[in-house]
């Protein structure tokens, strides 16, 4: 029996090294498992209410944003301008723009403006907006740098003074800066002339100018023109004829100043050529005053016998430098003059000029002028006498 017993006994498998391992690791693996804690209802509840109320409140005021960014300014339909000064920071420049009564909710406007990226963008300079405009609008405008230009028109045959007075009523120029660079011998270098003066080479047109531009700027840009017109043919040309450059538009202001009448520029040329050829004095009105600064538009006989290096009364040849600022039409009618024998001309008083080729027709046709000035004053007179009688 005691060996039936054994033979049992060793019949029964025993586990091998490797199982009981295995079984120990399994008991292992159940112990690591992570533990999940359950938030509570409540607490479950709260966070969804929370997120459902912050996208509610987003959404709402995203939309009072959209609303805001697209909604005219006002109804007023007015245009404000406004100055943005250089190196201004962005909340200066809301501030300026509320103060013009373009920003009506400061805070959706900056909101806007940090959401579009533009605090960093907006370029300094004057602005015109119209309160039709919508906020969006605007600062896209102040982003772009849409500032407000100016359509400047310079006539031909404005000089220096003339034409800084203009550029000043637009308030383009610091007047005292422009008169020292037009007599800056460096700038005047920098920029070709070979001058005293910037008087001649600032070219009539109409330009495009902003206030941001400074005295600099605009007067190189003008300068620049008058490079571009003058072309190096032209320049060429000069020195074949015996002329410098600065001669030729001293010529050519001359030319310029006798007459606006295009027509009649290179007849005008050709008798200042003529006479200069025979060694005479040119005898040009405009000279005599070009230097006076108390010059009230009348030239007065005194006037041409003042003694001034302009006055081509008293001096022979040109000028020593240009009286105004000619157009293309007066500098090519030098370069280009007519072929005829003319040595004076007479004013008519219309805009044009009876030209003579010796003195004695020249004499005629000035008491022919005369004679029709007074027959014009005396049918003037008349015509008030009537108007007074009726």
């Given at each position: 029996?005691?060996?039936?017993?054994?033979?049992?006994?060793?019949?029964?498998?025993?586990?091998?090294?490797a199982?009981?391992?295995?079984?120990k690791?399994?008991?292992?693996i159940?112990?690591?498992?992570?533990?999940?804690?359950?938030?509570?209802?409540p607490?479950?509840?709260?966070?969804?209410?929370?997120?459902?109320?912050?996208?509610?409140?987003?959404?709402?005021?995203?939309?009072?944003?959209?609303?805001?960014?697209?909604?005219p300014?006002?109804?007023?339909?007015?245009?404000?301008?406004?100055?943005?000064?250089?190196?201004?920071?962005?909340?200066?420049v809301?501030?300026?723009?509320?103060?013009?009564?373009?920003?009506?909710?400061?805070?959706?406007?900056n909101?806007?403006?940090?959401?579009?990226g533009?605090?960093?963008?907006?370029?300094?300079?004057?602005?015109?907006?119209?309160?039709?405009?919508?906020?969006s609008?605007?600062?896209?405008?102040?982003m772009?740098?849409?500032?407000?230009?100016?359509?400047?028109?310079i006539?031909?045959?404005?000089?220096?003074?003339?034409?800084?007075?203009r550029?000043?009523?637009?308030?383009?120029?610091?007047?005292?800066?422009?008169?020292?660079?037009a007599?800056d011998?460096t700038?005047?270098?920098?920029?070709?002339?070979?001058?005293?003066?910037?008087?001649?080479?600032?070219f009539?047109?109409?330009?495009?100018?902003n206030?941001?531009?400074s005295?600099?700027?605009?007067?190189?840009?003008?300068?620049?023109?008058?490079?571009?017109?003058?072309?190096p043919?032209?320049?060429?040309?000069?020195?074949?004829m015996?002329?410098?450059?600065?001669?030729?538009?001293?010529f050519?202001?001359?030319?310029g100043?006798?007459s606006?009448y295009?027509?009649?520029?290179?007849?005008?040329?050709?008798?200042?050529?003529?006479?200069?050829?025979?060694?005479m004095?040119?005898?040009?009105?405009?000279?005599?005053?070009?230097d006076?600064?108390?010059?009230?538009?009348?030239?007065?006989?005194?006037?041409?016998?003042?003694?001034?290096?302009y006055?081509?009364?008293?001096?022979?040849?040109?000028?020593?430098g240009?009286?105004?600022?000619?157009g293309l039409?007066?500098?090519?009618?030098?370069?280009?003059p007519?072929?005829?024998?003319?040595?004076?001309?007479?004013?008519?008083?219309?805009?044009?000029?009876?030209?003579?080729?010796?003195?004695?027709e020249?004499?005629?046709?000035?008491?022919?002028?005369?004679?029709?000035?007074?027959?014009?004053a005396?049918?003037?007179?008349?015509?008030?006498?009537n108007?007074?009688?009726?």
């Amino acid at each position: 029996m005691k060996e039936e017993k054994k033979k049992q006994i060793s019949k029964k498998p025993r586990r091998s090294a490797a199982a009981k391992a295995g079984r120990k690791t399994k008991k292992n693996i159940d112990k690591s498992k992570p533990v999940v804690h359950v938030l509570p209802r409540p607490v479950v509840r709260a966070i969804k209410y929370t997120l459902i109320i912050f996208f509610a409140s987003f959404l709402i005021f995203s939309c009072i944003l959209i609303n805001y960014s697209m909604s005219p300014i006002n109804d007023k339909n007015t245009t404000v301008t406004v100055d943005i000064p250089t190196g201004s920071s962005f909340l200066k420049v809301a501030r300026i723009l509320e103060e013009g009564g373009l920003i009506k909710n400061r805070f959706l406007f900056n909101l806007l403006a940090i959401f579009k990226g533009a605090t960093r963008l907006i370029r300094a300079g004057e602005y015109e907006f119209n309160t039709s405009l919508t906020p969006s609008i605007v600062i896209r405008k102040l982003m772009r740098g849409e500032i407000k230009n100016y359509l400047v028109t310079i006539p031909e045959d404005f000089n220096v003074n003339e034409i800084a007075h203009r550029l000043d009523y637009f308030r383009l120029i610091d007047k005292e800066a422009f008169f020292e660079l037009a007599r800056d011998k460096t700038y005047l270098s920098a920029m070709g002339i070979k001058a005293d003066s910037i008087e001649g080479y600032l070219f009539p047109d109409t330009y495009l100018f902003n206030r941001s531009m400074s005295t600099r700027q605009i007067t190189s840009i003008m300068v620049s023109q008058f490079w571009k017109k003058v072309t190096p043919e032209m320049v060429k040309k000069t020195a074949e004829m015996g002329f410098t450059v600065h001669e030729l538009v001293t010529f050519a202001s001359l030319v310029g100043k006798e007459s606006g009448y295009r027509d009649e520029k290179d007849l005008i040329a050709a008798a200042f050529h003529n006479r200069l050829k025979r060694n005479m004095r040119l005898q040009s009105d405009p000279t005599a005053v070009y230097d006076l600064e108390d010059f009230d538009g009348r030239i007065l006989r005194k006037h041409l016998r003042r003694d001034s290096s302009y006055n081509t009364y008293v001096i022979r040849g040109l000028p020593p430098g240009p009286i105004a600022n000619p157009g293309l039409a007066s500098i090519k009618a030098v370069l280009n003059p007519a072929p005829v024998d003319y040595l004076y001309f007479v004013s008519k008083n219309d805009g044009t000029h009876a030209f003579s080729s010796t003195l004695r027709e020249h004499n005629e046709a000035v008491r022919e002028y005369r004679r029709l000035q007074r027959e014009a004053a005396n049918q003037q007179g008349n015509q008030q006498d009537n108007q007074q009688d009726d």
